[in-house]
């Protein structure tokens, strides 16, 4: 049943891409439909927001624009390229430091080498006024050395500073990569890197891990009936309900277009379905008002499925489970919490 609903709404996606490329007369690129395709599922709010400013009023769009688009969101080199550009530069400074350390040694040398010279002479100094000039030589030598030392001190924190800036830009890059910008939560990408590293984790350990997955109930209907921007605003509200019933060391991420997935290390199927009610409630105990127009639209419901590691799970077992226990949550009505020890879970032997 959860593959039929992916094939379901899915295709709704695949069919509103399609209308957009006939709509604006565009060459159906495969790169164009995955641009119109995201666009429909609402996945890239950047993305959509730069489609809706170019398309203006009349709606339409051209092949250059879109192409312009594509690169700037969607193209597979962008992040590449961008990472390479911030390698590039963290190199750059690193040669700068290693030939600012070369001077340095030089200037130390040359030190070095002018009091070797001064302690010959002496040695053989015999007219106090030939230590009075040998004292100024040194004193010269001294502040010459101590002049390069600080010139050379200013271009290393200046190195420093902008290698740090760098490694920030280098973590921005990071976050964006893993980040879903409509809802601030872990994205796609992260969660699936993450829970094969948490079920190794909790297959060594012997500790807790457990998956919670929740669905927004009648999420197209929200869409069809007011439009992208509300059912935008309904993400962003299942998002903060997410955000403010997880721990540090959860890992809540935006599973697909309107489901969520949340993973929590050290906790039990018992307080799994703890921390699943609370977020359930958190949703349901607001209110959504439209922004454009302040209409009351009435209160959000999701449904959640919770799963938890058994010996010998992999990630998909342990998604699979929690899958099948959210389609028993919508099958026993919606805005409920299920998980995969309760009878009408347990009953279902459907595979997900």
């Not at 550009?85 to 190199?91: L, P």
């Not at 040398?109 to 002496?122: N, R, W």
Request: net charge negative.
């Amino acid at each position: 049943m959860a593959q039929e609903d992916d094939h379901k709404r899915t295709i709704v996606y695949g069919d509103a891409a399609i209308k957009y490329i006939r709509k604006n007369e565009l060459p159906a690129y495969p790169r164009f439909y995955e641009l119109w395709y995201t666009y429909a599922a609402g996945f890239n709010h950047s993305l959509n927001r730069a489609v809706n400013q170019v398309a203006g009023s009349n709606g339409k769009i051209t092949t250059e624009q879109l192409q312009q688009i594509y690169n700037g969101f969607l193209s597979p080199t962008k992040l590449g390229d961008r990472i390479d550009e911030v390698g590039e530069k963290i190199s750059d400074e690193i040669r700068d430091m290693v030939d600012i350390l070369g001077q340095s040694v030089d200037s130390v040398a040359e030190y070095g080498a002018s009091l070797a010279g001064v302690q010959s002479q002496l040695e053989d100094l015999e007219d106090p006024t030939q230590l009075k000039r040998v004292v100024g030589h040194m004193i010269k030598a001294t502040k010459s050395t101590a002049a390069s030392n600080q010139a050379l001190e200013d271009q290393l924190v200046d190195s420093r500073k902008q290698i740090e800036e760098l490694q920030e830009s280098l973590e921005a890059i990071r976050y964006e990569s893993l980040t879903d910008e409509l809802t601030t939560l872990s994205n796609r990408k992260h969660f699936d890197h993450t829970i094969e590293r948490v079920v190794a984790d909790a297959a060594e350990s012997q500790e807790p891990l457990s998956l919670l997955l929740t669905d927004i109930d009648h999420f197209k209907k929200f869409n069809d009936t007011y439009g992208h921007q509300t059912g935008d605003q309904v993400l962003r509200l299942v998002a903060l309900a997410v955000k403010q019933n997880v721990k540090g060391h959860d890992i809540a991420c935006r599973y697909g277009g309107e489901e969520f997935a949340i993973l929590l290390p050290h906790t039990s199927l018992r307080q799994a379905v703890t921390v699943a009610e609370h977020i359930r409630r958190a949703v349901l105990s607001k209110e959504l008002v439209k922004r454009s127009t302040g209409e009351n639209l009435g209160r959000v419901t999701i449904s959640i499925g919770v799963s938890s590691f058994k010996p010998g799970d992999t990630a998909q077992s342990l998604i699979g489970r929690a899958d099948t226990a959210l389609y028993a949550a919508k099958a026993a009505g919606r805005n409920l919490v299920r998980c995969e020890t309760d009878p009408d879970v347990q009953s279902d032997t459907r595979v997900a």
